[in-house]
């Protein structure tokens, strides 16, 4: 992972690093967490804002948990972390 990114571009850029890039890829808001070591609540707040901007879609899965993936905009975001 790329040093000295905020934590919310942290938050995408494991996305990308866990592959979650579709519906059927989509991580546990809480792996996301543990994976970061940071707060859930907080992890979801980001997440639920690039949401709104159309980096992340979500849905709760069969266990009632909130699932994320990148979408096509929020994959081109990440790639764009690295140039």
Request: with cysteine; glycine share 8%.
């Given at each position: 992972?790329r040093?000295?990114?905020p934590?919310s571009?942290?938050i995408?850029?494991t996305?990308?690093?866990?592959?979650?890039?579709?519906p059927d890829?989509?991580?546990?808001?809480?792996?996301?967490?543990?994976v970061l070591?940071?707060?859930?609540?907080e992890?979801?707040?980001v997440?639920?804002?690039y949401?709104?901007?159309?980096?992340?879609e979500s849905?709760?899965?069969?266990?009632?948990?909130?699932?994320y993936?990148l979408?096509g905009?929020?994959?081109?975001?990440?790639?764009?972390?690295?140039?």
């Open positions: 992972m040093e000295g990114l934590i571009e942290k995408l850029q996305l990308h690093n866990l592959c979650a890039t579709a890829l989509a991580r546990r808001s809480e792996e996301l967490a543990q070591q940071l707060d859930l609540t992890v979801e707040r997440l639920d804002n949401g709104l901007e159309g980096y992340v849905f709760t899965d069969n266990d009632g948990k909130k699932r993936y979408t905009s929020g994959i081109i975001k990440v790639c764009a972390l690295f140039t």
